[in-house]
């Protein structure tokens, strides 16, 4: 439908953009100026606890600096409601008090199509709860009590029952009056064949009214009571109201419980989603009988960042969470993602609540692994690579993986992931064992106890770095004062290690005004055996500034020169990982000038010891005098000269 010239823009005058935003945001009062109509809140459309979700009332745009969500009221519409473009508009210009324009006759007939079939589908759905309370379905309200689903359950989920009869609502529906083109269009009967008369879709079911995000019935998902039915689950066929790979079950519920803090779980089935919500998880979809298409991760990725994927422990279910991972791949951004709760095997989230109870689930949802391991898992397990050909293999499998993200931060932060699994897979240092001697052959050498912990004995760039972040967070402790100038080279540092971590976090939360030496911060906070445990350490004991606290100037030097290495070293590091990455071919000339230099800067730091810099003059005795310190001597000769009394 193409809208009159400036309706668009009246429409936003009239609107109120902070009044929209306002439905689904608490404003925060202390950032926000509602005089200037300058408001923030967090945002709505990604988990946080920070308020970066910016609303400019006066121009009528909205910017998420977390999630890089923007727009105007029609796109936030569009956003929080999962509605269209004119959806959106026609809610906006009912709220506003506008008259939408005459639709186009085809388009407009195809909407009021869509209504009346909505219409008849909220019939079907009050024919199929009442046949549930009648005898013919008994055998139905046993299952279902059976399976847990009490009366209040079964009225929540508007659960009925289609009756064992080839037209049993097709002559409800008829009686009423409803067109037959309107009960074919719905997909609640098929065409008859030859000399046939119409037949009902479901027989015999169990029924689940679907609902899209604006709670209209559009379909149903039918449970088979006859045990021999080829179709376990059957669902509606698509229709002018139903599209399968556009559709979840429970969304519009699942995403007002996300909205409130819930966490996103993506189930199999019917029967599960309801059996969450009972168990306390409230924010559960499913998706109809198909593998979850792009178009419904896109839908996930609306209602919450990071959905949980919990599909059932057997092969099936484990396909399916391969498939999706696959898909998902390409698609990943910063801070939208997926994470997988893996059932025990043979169980459902519906089992698993009935047999073990919700804790046991949310323990599950508690050990989500990211989607990364779950990649790793799925190329590594039960394969055994004692081999460099299956290490070979396994690289290139998970870099034809990785090559699959669009975004390069993310690229590159799955290939560090996967450095580190690699790391724990293959490195010899993870098992201790000691080889058996056997004759005729050497036994393989063991380091003494007193060399096991030695820099030697572990002198990789792991420990390398570990040592020289050691010495740098002495030496802050040492001499506090240094911190603000060598605060951003503290925040680059990785810091493996969470115990020291955790001392550069709190080193870099101590302001400059603070009472008290830093030393009794950490003590008081960490304890004081972390103290004494880093000064234990032999590199960090015989550090210069640690044997000397206080000395600032000596801090500074050290911190320059220690800070220099650890960015030299990753540099060069990171350059190689780049360079591996990109070596389909022969090595160019870029590319070897690029390690070259990254080498170079490399082996400076190292070298450097930070350069003398000061200027020198030789003395008559062939020693080298320092210039400044020179200068100095004679300045103070003079001084004392000049000052001595005159008889």
Known sequence: MNLPAGFLDELRSRTSLSQVVGRKVMWDARKSNQGKGDMWAPCPFHQEKSASFHVDDRKGFYYCFGCHAKGDAISFVMESENVGFMESVEILAREAGMTMPARDPKAQEKSDRRGQLAEVMEQAAAFYRLQLKTGAAHAARSYLSGRGVTDPVQERWEIGFAPDGWQSLWDHLRGKGVAEDL????????????????????????????????????????????????????????????????????????????????????????????????????????PLGTAITETQLQMLWRIAPEPVIALDGDTAGLRAAMRLMDLALPLLEAGQSLRFA?????????????????????????????????????????????????????????????????????????????????????????????????????????????????????????????????????????????????????????????????????????????????????????????????????????????????????ARMTLSEELAKLTARRGLTAEIAEAVEDLTGLADEALTWRLSQAAQARNRAERSEHEDKAEYDTGDNGARINRQERDAFDALLEKIMHSKPKR
């Open 183 to 286: 009960i074919f269009g719905a997909g609640l009967a098929k065409p008859p064949g030859k000399g046939g008369k119409p037949y009902d879709t479901f027989r015999n079911r169990i029924m689940f009214p679907i609902r899209d995000a604006r709670g209209r019935c559009i379909a149903f998902g039918g449970r088979a009571m006859d045990p021999n039915d080829k179709a376990k689950y059957l669902n509606s066929p698509e229709t002018d109201l139903f599209d399968k790979g556009r559709s979840l079950f429970n969304h519009g519920p699942a995403r007002a419980a996300a909205g409130r803090g819930k966490p996103l779980i993506v189930a199999e089935g019917y029967m599960d989603v309801i059996a969450l919500e009972k168990g306390g998880f409230p924010a559960a979809v499913a």
């Open 342 to 554: 893996l059932m025990p095997e043979k169980m459902d989230p519906d089992d698993l609540i009935r047999d073990q109870g919700s804790a046991a689930m949310q323990k599950l949802l508690d050990q989500a692994i990211p989607m990364v391991r779950l990649l790793w898992r799925r190329e590594t397990d039960g394969k055994v690579f004692d081999s460099p050909e299956r290490k070979a293999m396994l690289d290139k499998a998970l870099r034809e993986k990785i090559k699959l993200i669009r975004d390069p931060s993310i690229r590159s932060h799955y290939g560090q992931e996967i450095k580190n699994l690699r790391w724990e897979l293959f490195s010899q240092r993870r098992t201790g064992a000691r080889r058996a001697w056997t004759p005729g052959k050497q036994a393989a050498a063991v380091p003494l106890e007193g060399t096991k912990a030695s820099i030697l004995a572990a002198a990789d760039e792991a420990m390398q770095d570990h040592l020289r972040e050691a010495v740098i967070l002495a030496t802050v402790i040492a001499a506090p004062e240094v911190i603000p100038e060598f605060e951003s080279g503290l925040e680059a540092m990785t810091c493996a290690d969470p115990v020291h971590r955790s001392l550069r976090d709190l080193i870099l939360s101590h302001p400059a005004t603070a009472q008290g030496p830093l030393s009794d911060k950490i003590a008081g906070q960490m304890g004081p055996d972390t103290l004494e445990n880093l000064h234990a350490l032999r590199h960090v004991a015989i550090s210069p500034c640690v044997r000397n606290p206080g000395d600032v100037e000596l």
